[in-house]
């Protein structure tokens, strides 16, 4: 079931610049950085109250966002919803006919299973949904 908003990611040529956008522009906290190889993008995190910004950019690059940036520019890329049962998601929404990125869930930054929802099948937004490991009992 989807419970939040978990993150707002845009789509940047260098992190550098970006990041310095967001902490001295802005005064917006940074978390830190992480590589995602699985998504060929190396990300920076900035939390808000309920939510965060992910700047994302090529790593190497490579990659989709890399594609993105040369079709469509800098800018918002995608939203990603929290989930706590990404399978169940996944299931019912292709019951309703919508299409994924990919076959089956990938790794994602902080250690959280991701899919993407394609853009075609919901009015052009990119949509990621992330499960997050359970918290330690």
């Given at each position: 079931m989807i419970i939040g908003l978990d993150h707002i990611a845009i789509a940047v040529a260098d992190m550098d610049v970006a990041i310095a956008r967001f902490l001295e522009d802005f005064g917006v906290p940074m978390s830190g950085r992480e590589d995602v190889p699985t998504e060929q993008t190396s990300?920076?995190?900035?939390?808000?109250?309920?939510?965060?910004?992910?700047?994302?950019?090529?790593?190497?690059?490579?990659?989709?966002?890399?594609?993105?940036?040369?079709?469509?520019?800098?800018?918002?890329?995608?939203?990603?919803?929290?989930?706590?049962?990404?399978?169940?998601?996944?299931?019912?929404?292709?019951?309703?006919?919508?299409?994924?990125t990919s076959e089956q869930p990938r790794p994602g930054a902080h250690g959280t299973r991701v899919i993407f929802v394609h853009p075609k099948s919901a009015g052009g937004v990119l949509i990621e949904l992330a499960e997050h490991p359970s918290e330690p009992t």
């Amino acid at each position: 079931m989807i419970i939040g908003l978990d993150h707002i990611a845009i789509a940047v040529a260098d992190m550098d610049v970006a990041i310095a956008r967001f902490l001295e522009d802005f005064g917006v906290p940074m978390s830190g950085r992480e590589d995602v190889p699985t998504e060929q993008t190396s990300t920076a995190f900035f939390p808000l109250p309920g939510t965060r910004i992910e700047l994302v950019t090529p790593l190497d690059g490579l990659g989709p966002i890399a594609a993105s940036i040369d079709k469509r520019g800098e800018g918002i890329h995608h939203i990603c919803f929290r989930t706590d049962d990404l399978d169940a998601d996944i299931q019912r929404l292709r019951g309703k006919g919508y299409r994924f990125t990919s076959e089956q869930p990938r790794p994602g930054a902080h250690g959280t299973r991701v899919i993407f929802v394609h853009p075609k099948s919901a009015g052009g937004v990119l949509i990621e949904l992330a499960e997050h490991p359970s918290e330690p009992t």
